[in-house]
């Protein structure tokens, strides 16, 4: 499986962006896709997952600000993200699930700054 991220940039904090992954291979193994992040100097962390039948897992910081979205064969998954802060500033990483095996695209990296 691979992915590629798209949708990283700057804005002003309030602001809204929306991330785009795209997913080729084996896509029809893929379970769960997923958006993390890593701060500088900090650990990479989920943000958001959804699995294959629409569970969908936040993290506590983004419940209520951040959508996440997929394509039903999975071969997308997007991140709406509204009313962005500082603190939401990291590299945003695309991730998906198989039953065995976990793959990474490259980040994107998205800034809030006034």
């Known amino acids: 499986v691979q992915l590629q991220a798209s949708g990283g940039g700057l804005v002003q904090p309030g602001g809204s962006l929306r991330l785009s992954c795209a997913s080729s291979g084996n896509i029809n193994s893929i379970r769960t896709l997923g958006w993390y992040r890593q701060a500088p100097e900090k650990e990479r962390e989920l943000v958001a997952r959804?699995?294959?039948?629409?569970?969908?897992t936040y993290a506590d910081s983004v419940k209520g600000r951040f959508t996440i979205s997929r394509d039903i064969g999975m071969k997308a998954v997007y991140l709406q993200m509204n009313t962005l802060e500082a603190g939401d500033t990291a590299v945003y990483y695309c991730r998906a699930e198989d039953s065995w095996r976990t793959f990474w695209g490259k980040g994107t990296l998205v800034t809030v700054s006034s």
């Open positions: 959804i699995s294959r039948p629409g569970g969908i």
